[in-house]
């Protein structure tokens, strides 16, 4: 199948590693020209050389991060056709071990660095071609992970917003990821972190987690990739305000 993105602009945040390199990866292989934002580093130039895009160093979780990371991709890449919101996930911890200041930099991290994002591309992707929108959430939208309480308030937020702004929007579609447990930097010190609070060892709090997964692995960031290329694409050009999970299985919640 033909996605029909040869050509088409995009900008993935959190494009340096992890869930946002495969997905900046994916619309590359399918001919689009990619800008990756990230904080500034070696990495990040690597993944964008990687794929002959773009490298944006931009601090998503600061007040005009975001909104430069977009109008110096537009720039470059001379509009935009499609945003990805994605960046680091927020802090760990039960509530009883997060402060106010922690609660302030998951705020800010994960909410307010979305909502600036979008804010700042929906006039720029208003011009673009089949335009949309994709936000990377959790499988928390679905049920609370255990030690992430962050997560478990701020990602329904998210998906609250992506149903609100299907009206708001169109015809710029908006979607939603909830990914399950990717073997990326993020999952490692998580499963790390869950593996010293439980005095256990890290390979031990995997198989745990795997044995949840009907196909009993973790995921390739590049499963993840595809399906996110083909939401952003015109070939889901009737897809819209849905939240797909990509979990192998992990989530039971209907729907
Ligand atoms: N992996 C999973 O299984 C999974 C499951 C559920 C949800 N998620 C969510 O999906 C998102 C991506 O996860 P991941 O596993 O790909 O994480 P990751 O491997 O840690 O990658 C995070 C990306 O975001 C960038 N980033 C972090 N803080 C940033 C900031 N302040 N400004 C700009 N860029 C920033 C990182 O680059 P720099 O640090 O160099 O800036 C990196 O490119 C996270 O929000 C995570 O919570 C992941």
Do not use: H
């Amino acid at each position: 199948m033909d996605l029909g993105i040869k050509g088409r602009r995009y900008l993935v945040g959190g494009g340096s590693r992890g869930l946002g390199g495969a997905v900046a990866r994916a619309l590359a292989q399918e001919g689009a020209a990619v800008a990756v934002t990230a904080r500034a580093s070696a990495e990040l130039d690597a993944s964008a050389a990687a794929i002959n895009g773009i490298a944006i160093g931009a601090d998503l979780s600061t007040a005009d991060g975001p909104a430069d990371a977009v109008r110096r991709a537009a720039g470059s890449l001379g509009g935009l056709d499609g945003l990805v919101v994605n960046t680091g996930g927020p802090p760990a911890g039960t509530f009883a071990e997060l402060d106010e200041a922690t609660w302030a930099r998951a705020i800010n991290g994960t909410l307010q660095s979305s909502l600036r994002l979008i804010r700042a591309a929906l006039p720029l992707l208003r011009d673009g071609r089949d335009p949309s929108i994709l936000v990377i959430l959790s499988s928390s939208v679905r049920e609370p992970i255990a030690g992430l309480m962050t997560s478990n308030v701020l990602r329904p937020g998210l998906a609250g917003l992506i149903k609100g702004l299907v009206d708001e929007i169109a015809p710029i579609r908006i979607n939603g990821i909830a990914p399950g447990r990717f073997d990326t930097e993020r999952v490692r010190s998580l499963d790390i972190g869950r593996a010293e609070r439980a005095g256990t060892s890290v390979e031990s709090v995997q198989a745990a987690m795997r044995a949840r997964i009907p196909l009993g692995r973790y995921g390739d960031p590049d499963e993840l990739g595809r399906v996110a290329a083909f939401l952003l694409s015109p070939a889901a050009s009737y897809v819209d305000g849905v939240i797909i999970g990509v979990d192998g299985g992990l989530i039971r919640s209907l729907p």
